[in-house]
């Protein structure tokens, strides 16, 4: 399974950005995948923001984007989306999406199979 993820970029304060994980391999079953997204920002740990469950019907979020940040997903084009509002400067990070074959939205790094490149998101004051 390979993971490709953009659409990061450098964006003020307050605005808004989406980002888009794609499953490139031939042969993904990207319709039976739960998807995490994680970011990790400068000289820190890797941390949960949020995840999708298999059919998009479910989602959970860490408290520190709830609210701003959603999470959808296109199984038709095996593509998973964070959408990102009121954006801030705590929120600059390399972003990344991950896949989880069991589907129980797990929200720990190493319950997740497998990781996409990741994509910096840069937040200015």
């Known amino acids: 399974v390979q993971l490709q993820a953009s659409g990061g970029g450098l964006v003020q304060a307050g605005g808004s950005l989406r980002l888009s994980c794609t499953c490139v391999?031939?042969?993904?079953?990207?319709?039976?995948?739960?998807m995490g997204w994680f970011r990790q920002a400068p000289g820190k740990e890797r941390e949960f923001v949020g995840v999708?469950?298999?059919?998009?019907?479910?989602?959970y979020y860490a408290d520190s984007v709830k609210g701003r940040f959603t999470i959808s997903r296109d199984n038709a084009k095996n593509t998973v989306y964070l959408q990102m509002s009121s954006l801030k400067p705590e929120d600059t990070a390399v972003y990344f999406c991950a896949a989880d074959l069991t589907g129980i939205l797990p929200v720990f790094m190493d319950e997740y199979h497998y990781w996409g490149q990741g994509t910096l998101v840069t937040v200015s004051s």
């Open positions: 391999a031939s042969g993904c079953t990207f319709s039976r995948y739960a």
């Open positions: 999708i469950s298999w059919s998009g019907s479910g989602a």
